[in-house]
């Protein structure tokens, strides 16, 4: 069984930093595609990077330009970092995982239920 546990969300101001973990953990498939969604109150669930078991990534419009993806070298552990927070980002963040050698590019663009492992999610509130 996968579990997925994230960690480091809080609360910052707007302009500031944070970086959030992911570790993965249980019985895991080769192939695998991780990712981040985030939701809101009040606003649709939407995707904000992935990267696959090649080390590929690929961002959502909102975060590409602020955000950075990544992932160790044993690829168990899943990294956001967020620079230029704004109240916007402020979201439940989700981490992701997918064992069917997904791509990151198909990951953008791949229905919801294809990830099939979902960690509780971590809180990010950013204050103006």
């Known amino acids: 069984q996968v579990q997925l546990v994230e960690s480091g969300g809080g609360s910052v101001q707007a302009g500031g930093s944070l970086t959030l973990s992911c570790a993965l953990s249980g019985y895991i498939l080769k192939g695998h595609c991780m990712g981040w969604f985030r939701q809101a109150p009040g606003r649709e669930r939407e995707r904000v990077a992935f990267?696959?078991?090649?080390?590929?990534?690929t961002y959502g419009d909102s975060a590409k330009a602020r955000f950075t993806i990544s992932q160790n070298n044993a690829k168990n552990i899943l990294y956001l970092q967020m620079n230029s927070l704004k109240p916007e980002d402020t979201a439940m963040y989700y981490c992701?995982?997918?064992?069917?050698?997904?791509?990151?590019?198909?990951?953008?663009?791949?229905?919801?239920?294809?990830?099939?492992?979902w960690g509780q999610g971590t809180q990010v509130t950013v204050s103006s």
């Open positions: 992701v995982a997918d064992f069917s050698q997904m791509t990151a590019i198909d990951a953008l663009g791949a229905p919801e239920a294809h990830f099939g492992y």
């Open positions: 990267i696959d078991s090649e080390g590929r990534t």
